[in-house]
């Protein structure tokens, strides 16, 4: 399985991206794909998880209403469009995929609560927010 990112970079604050995650490699559908972020000096964070199938959304508290989470079944692809971007969303991000097991919740792989975490992740990205 390979989870390719793209669409990262340089945006003002109060500016948009969008960022794709393209899935592939593999025979069964994933449960769900996940964005995470890593800024410097901090722990790795959920910031949007969503469910293959059904559209189940999670997203952390600050990015709501700011950021959108989307799956296109058909390209394989999972986006996070991202807008009024703030200084603080500065980060590597990642796209994750976990696969169908038992005890596993959207909200459990952004919040990293399931016991063994996602299966596969991307190589990362970087966004920054600046002026």
């Known amino acids: 399985v390979q989870l390719m990112e793209s669409g990262g970079g340089l945006v003002q604050p109060g500016g948009s991206l969008r960022l794709s995650c393209a899935a592939s490699?593999?025979?069964?559908?994933?449960?769900?794909i996940g964005w995470f972020r890593q800024a410097p000096g901090k722990e790795r964070e959920g910031v949007s998880c969503?469910?293959?199938?059904?559209?189940?959304?999670y997203y952390k508290e600050s990015v709501k209403g700011r950021f959108t989470i989307s799956v296109d079944n058909a390209q394989n692809t999972v986006y996070l469009q991202m807008d009024n971007l703030k200084a603080e969303d500065t980060a590597e991000y990642y796209c994750?995929?976990?696969?169908?097991?038992?005890?596993?919740?959207?909200?459990?792989?952004?919040?990293?609560?399931?016991?063994?975490?996602?299966?596969?992740w991307g190589q990362g990205l970087q966004v920054t927010v600046s002026s």
């Open positions: 994750a995929a976990e696969f169908p097991r038992r005890h596993q919740s959207v909200e459990g792989i952004c919040l990293g609560t399931d016991l063994r975490g996602p299966d596969y």
């Open positions: 490699g593999f025979i069964s559908d994933p449960y769900a």
């Open positions: 969503i469910s293959w199938t059904d559209g189940i959304s």
